[in-house]
C-alpha cells in the first residue's frame, strides 16, 4: 500500500512540473508577439527614410502545441495519482485538503482539453492551466503528513452519496475555474486591441457553457450535501458557515445567470460577475481554513 | 366654448390602486429587481458565512475603531433575522408573480409562435444567408421544410402574396424549465417551513432491550429495542454499536432493521438514529396484593450518584404508587477515587432508595437508608417487593421527525430538471422568406441568435448541409466574429 501512495505523490510531481511548463507555454501564446517591422523608403531628394512599425500578433503557435501537449500529461499523472491513491485507501481520494487538491488539478486539466478541443481555444490554458499549476504549488506546500493514506474518521465512513457530493463539489470548481479563465479573456479582448484572442462573443459562450456545467453540478453538490446531512445529522441544513459560503457562491452564479438574459448586461458586466464568482468560489474552497463547524476536517 | 372644455379634460384618468397594483406587479416581474433581491440575498448570506468565521475579528485586529461594529456583527444571527426572513418572502412573491406573469408569452411562443417577418428585419440580421435557386417558390421551400425538419426542427410556413414566410425551431419545450427551477426553489422554501413547523427532533430517545417506548409528539410511533450490540478494539475503543429495533404504528409492528452510527433507520418521516448506549437493571415490582406495578429495565447512568460521579444511577417513578424509586449501581471505576464509594456495592448488586414522587428527599436520601438488592432476591420495601431481575442494557437514539422530506425530494428533482431542459435543450430559432426570383426563388434566412455563438454555430451548421440539398452555395452575410466558425472559415478559404 505504501509503494501505491509513493507511486501517487510521484505522479502528482511529474503532473506538477507538466503542468507549471504547460501555463507557461500558454502564457507565451496567448500574450503574444511584438513584431517590429522596418522599411526603408527613397524619397524624391534622393535620400532614404527608414520607417519602424510595430505589429502586435499571435505567439508562436509552437508553444501552444506545447502547452497542449503538456497540459495532456499533467491531466494523465494527475488521473494516475488520483487512482493510485484510490486503490491505496480503498475509497474514493476526497478526505483532505491534498486530495481534494488533487482531484480538483486533475478534474481541471481535463476539462480545460475538453474546451480547448471544442472550441479550439488554446488561449484558455494561459488562465486554467495557470490555476492548475498553482494548485500543484499549494499541494507541495501542505503538511507532508497529509501525503499519507490514513483511517477515516467516524464521520466520513459513509457510503456513495458522499463522494458524490464532493465529486461534485470538486468538478463544479473545476468548471467555474474555466468559466473565469474565459471572462479574464472576454474582458482583456474587449480591453485592448488583441485581435489573436479569440472573439469575445466566444468567449462568452465558453464562459456560459461552463456555467452550464457547473451550475448544475453545484446544485447536485447542496443537494446531496443535504440528504448526507441528513443521513448523518438527521437535520438538511444547519446554517455551517461551509454551508453558507456554498449557498454563497451559488447565489453569485445566479445572479450571473439571470444577469445574462438583460440587455447590456451579457458579456462585461456578465464576466465581472464570473470574477466575483470564482473570487466566491475561491472562499467556499479555502473555507476550511478559517470557519469552525461542521465541515472542520479535511487537515487543515 | 363648451367644446374647448371639453378637451382641456384628461382623456383618461386610471384609478390610483389600478396604477398602484400594476406597478407593484411591474416591479415583481422586473429582472432587475430581481437580480438587485438576489443580490441584496447574496450579501446577507455573506455576512452570515463570515460570521461564523475568524474574519471579522481579523478586521477588528487590523482596524481597532471597528471593534465595536464587529462585535454587533457576531452577535447578529442573520439567518434568523427578520430581515433574510423578508428578502426571502420578497424573492418568493417575485418568483410567482414573475412566473404567472411570463407563462402567457412563453406558452405563445411554444404553441402559436409569430411565423411572418419583414425583409427589413432579415436585411439587419447580424447573420443571414440567401441561397438563389432554379427551382420554384413551393419546391424551396418543401427541400428547406424537409431539411430544417431532419434537424428536428418545427417548421412553420405562412404565405403572404407570392412569398413564403417561415418560422422553424427546435427545442421549444425547453422554454418551461424555468418554472420546475423556480417551483423547486419555492418548495424548499416551504420544506424548510414544513419542517420547523411540524417537525421535531428529539436527541435522547432511550429504550432498554426488551423495552418499548412511545415517540410522542402525535405521531402514534413507537419503538422496540429487540437486541443491543457492541464490539471493542482490543485497547478499548468502541467499534459499532448496533440497535435491532421494531418500529410500531398505532401499535402495529411496521419495520424492523438494523441502526448503527452513520446508518440510520427511516420509516416515513421520522429517522432513527444510533447516538449512545448504557447499562440498565431488568426490575420486577409488585405491590401489597402481588400486583404487578412494574416490569421493565431501568436505565442506569444518565444520572450519577450525588457524592460520587463514578456510580451509575437512575430512577423508576411509580405513579400508581406516589412513589419514585432510585437506584445506584456499582462504582463503575473504583481505583478513581476510592474514598468516595461509600456504598462498596458488589457486581449483582444494586442500592434502592425511596421518595415521594414529587421529588423532595425525605429520611430516604441516596445513600442514606434505602436498601441493597440482591440479583434475583425480592427485598421488601413497605408493601413493594422489588426484585432486581438482571443487568441489561439500553441504547439511546436520535428521532428525527421531518415531514418537510418528500417536498424536499420534489424540489430537489424539479431544480435539476428545470436546470437541465433549460441548459442542454436551448430554444433555438430560424426566420426566413421565401420570395420568386429571376429564375426561380430566392430564400433568405436568418438565425435569432444576437449575441449568441452557438445559436450561430449550429445555423452554420445547418448552412453546410443545406449547401448540399439545396444544391447552391448560399451569400452568406458574415458576423465580425467570421473566423471562429469553421464553415465561414472554408467557404473564405
Same mark, same amino acid.
Given at each position: 500500500m ?10 502528482f ?19 503574444? /508577439?511584438? /513584431? ?16 519602424n ?13 506545447w ?49 480547448e ?47 458524490f ?18 471572462a ?13 484572442l ?26 446531496l ?9 438527521g ?19 445566479g ?7 438583460? /440587455?447590456?448586461? /451579457? ?18 474552497y479555502?473555507?476550511?481554513?478559517f470557519?469552525g ?8 | 366654448?363648451a ?15 389600478e ?17 438587485a ?12 458565512t463570515?460570521?461564523? &468565521? ?78 438563389t ?9 418543401a ?9 428536428r ?73 429487540n ?65 404487578i ?11 450519577t450518584?450525588r ?28 481505583t ?10 458488589? &457486581? ?27 440479583q ?36 430537489s428533482?424539479?431544480?435539476? &430538471? ?63 466574429n ?12
Open positions: 505504501d509503494s501505491l501512495v509513493r507511486l501517487s505523490f510521484y505522479c510531481a511529474a503532473s506538477s512540473f507538466s503542468l507549471i511548463a504547460a501555463a507557461v507555454m500558454y502564457i507565451v501564446f496567448a500574450v503574444g /508577439r511584438v /513584431r517590429v517591422l522596418k522599411q526603408t523608403m527613397a524619397t524624391s531628394t534622393g535620400h532614404s527614410v527608414d520607417s512599425s510595430v505589429h502586435h500578433e499571435a505567439g508562436p503557435i509552437g508553444f501552444a502545441r502547452g497542449t501537449m503538456l497540459t495532456v500529461f499533467g491531466a494523465l499523472f494527475s488521473t494516475l495519482a488520483v487512482v493510485l491513491r484510490w486503490g491505496a485507501a480503498g475509497h474514493f481520494p476526497l478526505t483532505n485538503m491534498y486530495e481534494f487538491s488533487l482531484v480538483f488539478v486533475s478534474f481541471l486539466s481535463i476539462l480545460h482539453l475538453v474546451f478541443r471544442m472550441y479550439k481555444v488554446r488561449q484558455l490554458g494561459a488562465i486554467t492551466t495557470s490555476v492548475a499549476a498553482a494548485m500543484t504549488l499549494y499541494i507541495w506546500s501542505l503538511d507532508p503528513a497529509m501525503r499519507e493514506v490514513n483511517p477515516l474518521i467516524p464521520a466520513l465512513q459513509s457510503n456513495l452519496i458522499l463522494t457530493h464532493v465529486g461534485a463539489a470538486v468538478l463544479s470548481y473545476a468548471t467555474f475555474t474555466v468559466a473565469f479563465g474565459a479574464t479573456l472576454f474582458l482583456i479582448a474587449t480591453r485592448w486591441s488583441t485581435p489573436w479569440p472573439s469575445p462573443e466566444m468567449l462568452d459562450d465558453i464562459a456560459f457553457r461552463a456555467i452550464t456545467i457547473g451550475f448544475p453540478l453545484f446544485t447536485i453538490n447542496l443537494i450535501g443535504s440528504v448526507w446531512a441528513h443521513e448523518a445529522w437535520v438538511y441544513w444547519q446554517w455551517d458557515p461551509k454551508e453558507t459560503s456554498a449557498l454563497f457562491t451559488w447565489l453569485v452564479y445572479v450571473y445567470l439571470h444577469t445574462r438574459s438583460l /440587455r447590456g448586461w /451579457r458579456g462585461t458586466r456578465s464576466a465581472y460577475v464570473l470574477l466575483f464568482g470564482f473570487a466566491a468560489t475561491i472562499f467556499t479555502y473555507g476550511n481554513y470557519f463547524g461542521l465541515h472542520a476536517y479535511g487537515g487543515v | 366654448m367644446d374647448v372644455t371639453a378637451r382641456s379634460q384628461p382623456k383618461h384618468s386610471r384609478p390610483m390602486l396604477v398602484l397594483v400594476d406597478r407593484i406587479w411591474r416591479f415583481f416581474c422586473s429582472v432587475r429587481a430581481a437580480i433581491e438576489i443580490a441584496f440575498l447574496t450579501l446577507l448570506v455573506l455576512i452570515g463570515l460570521r461564523g &468565521s475568524s474574519v471579522p475579528r481579523a478586521i477588528a485586529d487590523l482596524i481597532p475603531p471597528l471593534e465595536g461594529f464587529v462585535d454587533r456583527w457576531y452577535a447578529w444571527d442573520v439567518f434568523r433575522s427578520s430581515l433574510f426572513a423578508g428578502i426571502l418572502t420578497l424573492l418568493t412573491v417575485a418568483i410567482i408573480v414573475c412566473t404567472i406573469n411570463r407563462i402567457p408569452g412563453i406558452w405563445a411562443t411554444i404553441t402559436h409562435p409569430k411565423i411572418t417577418t419583414t425583409p427589413g428585419f432579415l436585411a439587419g440580421a447580424e447573420t443571414s444567408a440567401t441561397f435557386s432554379a427551382s420554384s417558390v413551393d419546391d424551396l421551400m427541400t428547406t421544410s424537409a431539411l430544417l425538419r431532419t434537424q426542427y418545427r417548421v412553420l410556413t405562412e404565405k403572404v402574396g407570392d412569398r413564403t414566410h417561415f418560422y422553424a425551431d427546435k427545442n421549444r419545450l425547453s422554454k418551461l424549465g424555468t418554472f420546475p427551477f423556480h417551483l423547486g426553489l419555492i418548495l424548499l422554501l416551504v420544506g424548510g417551513i414544513v419542517t420547523s413547523v411540524y417537525g421535531f427532533r428529539e436527541t435522547e430517545f432511550i429504550i432498554p432491550e426488551g423495552s418499548r417506548r412511545n415517540v410522542g409528539h402525535g405521531t402514534g410511533l413507537s419503538v422496540e429495542l437486541r443491543f450490540q457492541d464490539s471493542w478494539t482490543e485497547v478499548g475503543i468502541p467499534m459499532e454499536y448496533r440497535s435491532e429495533i421494531t418500529v410500531y404504528e398505532d401499535g402495529q409492528a411496521v419495520k424492523s432493521g438494523d441502526v448503527t452510527v452513520n446508518h440510520p433507520m427511516s420509516y416515513r418521516n421520522a429517522t432513527f438514529y444510533q447516538s449512545s448506549f448504557g447499562n440498565a437493571a431488568q426490575m420486577t415490582i409488585t405491590d401489597g396484593d402481588g400486583n406495578v412494574y416490569r421493565d429495565a431501568a436505565e442506569l447512568g444518565i444520572f450518584m457524592g460520587n460521579p463514578d456510580a451509575p444511577a437512575g430512577l423508576i417513578r411509580l405513579p400508581s404508587e406516589g412513589l419514585q424509586l432510585t437506584l445506584v449501581a456499582p462504582d463503575s471505576n473504583p478513581n477515587r476510592p474514598e468516595l464509594d461509600a456504598m462498596a456495592l458488589e &457486581s449483582g448488586q444494586l442500592w434502592m432508595g425511596v421518595q415521594p414522587i414529587d421529588g423532595s428527599a425525605t429520611g430516604n436520601d441516596i445513600g442514606q437508608g434505602g436498601v441493597v438488592l440482591t434475583g432476591k425480592p427485598a421488601k420495601i413497605g408493601d413493594l417487593s422489588v426484585t432486581f431481575d438482571r443487568e441489561t442494557r439500553f441504547t439511546v437514539l436520535q428521532v428525527g421527525y421531518n415531514p418537510g422530506i418528500p417536498i424536499f425530494i420534489i424540489a428533482v424539479a431544480l435539476l &430538471s428545470g436546470l437541465a431542459f433549460t441548459f442542454y435543450f436551448p430554444h433555438r430559432r430560424v426566420r426566413g422568406i421565401i420570395s420568386p426570383g429571376v429564375d426561380g426563388a430566392v430564400l433568405t434566412m436568418a438565425p435569432l441568435a444576437k449575441r449568441d455563438w452557438s445559436g450561430k454555430r449550429d445555423f452554420f451548421k445547418f448552412l453546410e448541409k443545406a449547401d448540399d440539398v439545396i444544391g447552391v452555395k448560399p451569400d452568406v452575410k458574415h458576423p465580425a467570421a473566423g471562429d466558425y469553421e464553415y465561414l472559415r472554408r467557404q473564405n478559404a
